[in-house]
């Protein structure tokens, strides 16, 4: 029983080490920050009051689990332990040692010999399952709302910047405003809707403001006003398309990097196929006059490129990150290792296993970075328990 419980308390130590990173990350997250501020309404307001909810519960277990740990490892720890003590150990780490709510029972509600109080309780390994659940409701609540804002902010931005481009030149050649105007109250209340509720926004209705705005375009513009929008457009696009290959070769570059280096699943495969094509046969609309074709056709070849054009920069910037991921590990390895040498630690016969497994997982190829995450915080808890020890 004893050894079930060191091994279930060394399990409970390891996680919190992840729970404590996770936790920060989490606190930190913009999307969580926006939430908090934000005067919600809606499908959101519902669901980011059950994440703040599991949010709370997710700290006083962090809480609760760190004082379940600390009594342990004292147990634990004791040189001479007696049966007694090795129970007790035992119920701390594997038992209902842990105390949920204490809830007092009315008067009337009890019996001559009935307790004046109820204790919730549960073990170690169900408030950490709890907690887990509990972050996983606030991680998916943040990550949705923070993606809707990050994906159909900037979409409405450029729907406003291109109503209020139709809007002046409608004015300029004296056509009709019913259609701009149409659109700008749609628009007006899509992005009051997507400020409080961007889990309960409809897109498509930005979808329809897109296509009044088109419309308008189409109906207002004269020939040489749309040759001249387009053109400037299509040198926008030409310059979009130079962005598209300067970030394909950096793609390219940061996937042959991590290539051997890491398990084909982790790295992120750069898109296949090239948008040049289609946009050369834009350019041959523009040649041969087709003007009133090519405004569609630009705007969803440009709506394609800036999706390719952040799949790219974000399938780098992940790729490079398992690089700066695995150098980051080696750097505190090698630092904890350092640190077992100025402790007379370097050959101890606990530690050196534990050491070796590290570098051996840092330094193979694939390498699997959560197995060596887990094999240098293992070393490290090691080390710092062992100090620790030795200081007494």
Same mark, same amino acid.
Not at 108 to 114: C, D, H
Not at 348 to 373: F, G, I, M
């Given at each position: 029983?004893?050894?079930? =419980?060191e =091994?279930? +308390? ?6 919190m ?7 920060v990350?989490?606190?930190?997250n913009p ?6 501020r934000s ?34 490892? /004292? ?18 780490? +594997?038992?209902s ?7 007092v029972?009315?008067l ?7 307790p004046?109080?109820?204790?919730t309780?549960c ?11 509990a ?7 943040a990550?949705? =709302? ?59 209705? +930005?979808?329809?403001?897109? /296509? ?30 130079a962005?598209?290959?300067?970030a ?31 946009l050369?046969a ?14 569609s ?40 290792? =350092?640190k ?7 050959e ?36 710092t ?8």
């Open positions: 029983m004893t050894r079930q =419980a =091994a279930e +308390l060394l399990r409970l130590e390891t996680a080490s992840a729970i404590s990173a996770n936790l990350e989490l606190d930190d999307a969580r920050k926006e939430l908090d005067a919600l309404t809606g499908r959101t307001a519902t669901l980011w009051a059950d994440a703040t909810e599991a949010l709370d519960e997710l700290w006083e277990g962090y809480r609760l689990l760190t004082e379940v740990i600390a009594r342990a490892a /004292t147990m634990r720890d004791k040189r001479r332990p007696s049966d007694s003590d090795r129970t007790k150990f035992a119920h701390e780490v +594997l038992g040692s842990v105390t949920l709510s204490t809830k029972v009315p009337a509600q009890r019996g001559l010999l009935g004046g109080q109820v204790r309780t073990t170690p390994g169900q408030l950490l399952s709890a907690m887990e659940a972050f996983a409701t606030a991680v998916g609540v990550t949705r =709302a923070g993606e809707a804002w990050d994906r159909l902010l900037p979409a409405a931005a450029e729907a406003a910047s291109s109503l209020e481009t139709v809007r002046r030149l409608t004015r300029e050649s004296g056509g009709s405003t019913v259609a701009v105007d149409e659109a700008d109250r749609r628009l007006g209340r899509f992005t009051a809707v997507l400020a409080t509720d961007p889990l309960g926004v409809e897109e498509r209705d +930005l979808a329809a403001v897109r /296509t009044l705005i088109q419309r308008a375009d189409a109906e207002r513009t004269s020939a040489g006003e749309l040759r001249e929008a387009l053109t400037q457009r299509l040198a926008d696009a030409h310059k979009l398309a962005e598209l290959d300067a394909t070769e950096e793609a390219n570059a940061a996937a042959e990097k991590a290539a051997d280096r890491f398990p084909s699943h982790e790295i992120t495969p750069v898109p296949l196929g090239s948008l040049r094509p289609d050369v834009v350019d041959a609309l523009a040649a041969a006059g087709h003007w009133p074709l090519i405004s056709r630009l705007a969803e070849w440009t709506r394609r490129a800036r999706e390719r054009l952040a799949l790219l920069r974000g399938g780098a910037a992940r790729n490079a990150g398992l690089l700066a991921t695995r150098n980051e590990l080696r750097g505190r390895l090698d630092a904890y290792q =350092a077992a040498l100025r402790h007379g630690l370097a101890h016969t606990d530690l050196s296993p534990l050491a070796t497994a590290a570098r051996e997982a840092l330094y193979v190829a694939p390498c699997e970075l959560t197995a060596a995450r887990r094999a240098v915080n293992a070393y490290q808890d090691a080390l328990a062992t100090i620790a020890r030795n200081s007494r």
